[in-house]
T-cell receptor, first 114, second 114 residues
Framework: GDSVTQMEGPVTLSEEAFLTINCTYTATGYPSLFWYVQYPGEGLQLLLKATKADDKGSNKGFEATYRKETTSFHLEKGSVQVSDSAVYFCALSDRDNAGNMLTFGGGTRLMVKP | GAGVSQSPSNKVTEKGKDVELRCDPISGHTALYWYRQSLGQGLEFLIYFQGNSAPDKSGLPSDRFSAERTGGSVSTLTIQRTQQEDSAVYLC????????????FGSGTRLTVV
């Protein structure tokens, strides 16, 4: 079955540091890949997505590239801010999966200190 | 509506009482999903609807949990005889058909069973 594995948190960084959150996946079909962000006390928001190999999703300074050869979709940001503190979820949607269900990773908590 | 609306946002109930959680999806979104998120944990899939039917109920934790959707729109998640372990944030999401869209989440209902 499909699965998503994320690096365990929490990840603690100082403001302006470089961020990488690793995400790898297994899928039976040809998935679309997503990153969601959950700020404290809120629901999940779509951060970025990529729907085919070598696509790069980007939003709010975050980027992730769909790497089919390494089955990865690592999230990166060049300079984090305190306001980026949140939980980040990697997810996939497999076209072969009925209902276009999203399979989520376990989430990675990011804490950015001033 | 403009987004996925969940009500109530917070619910405190006594152990043994029944509760109903409501989700109003984005107009035109045919798929609707319920997840549960316990404190500091990842997402636990509960059930999804395609239109008014629920092809996958595999995530419902016990027969105290049920859900329905009417008119292809509003969904209600009902928990009977609540237990303390039911305390969590219940998240609803909706989506267009197709693997590329991902979900739009509501802000969730925080349920506390005392």
């Amino acid at each position: 079955g499909d699965s998503v594995t994320q690096m365990e948190g929490p990840v603690t960084l100082s403001e302006e540091a470089f961020l990488t959150i690793n995400c790898t996946y297994t899928a039976t079909g040809y998935p679309s890949l997503f990153w969601y962000v959950q700020y404290p006390g809120e629901g999940l928001q779509l951060l970025l997505k990529a729907t085919k190999a070598d696509d790069k999703g980007s939003n709010k300074g975050f980027e992730a590239t769909y790497r089919k050869e390494t089955t990865s979709f690592h999230l990166e940001k060049g300079s984090v801010q305190v306001s980026d503190s949140a939980v980040y979820f990697c997810a996939l949607s497999d076209r072969d999966n009925a209902g276009n269900m999203l399979t989520f990773g376990g989430g990675t908590r990011l804490m950015v200190k001033p | 509506g403009a987004g996925v609306s969940q009500s109530p946002s917070n619910k405190v109930t006594e152990k043994g009482k029944d509760v109903e959680l409501r989700c109003d999806p984005i107009s035109g979104h045919t798929a609707l999903y319920w997840y549960r998120q316990s404190l500091g944990q990842g997402l636990e899939f509960l059930i999804y609807f395609q239109g008014n039917s629920a092809p996958d109920k595999s995530g419902l934790p016990s027969d105290r949990f049920s859900a329905e959707r009417t008119g292809g729109s509003v969904s209600t998640l009902t928990i009977q005889r609540t237990q303390q372990e039911d305390s969590a944030v219940y998240l609803c999401a909706s989506s267009l058909p197709g693997a590329n869209y991902g979900y739009t989440f509501g802000s969730g209902t925080r349920l506390t069973v005392v």
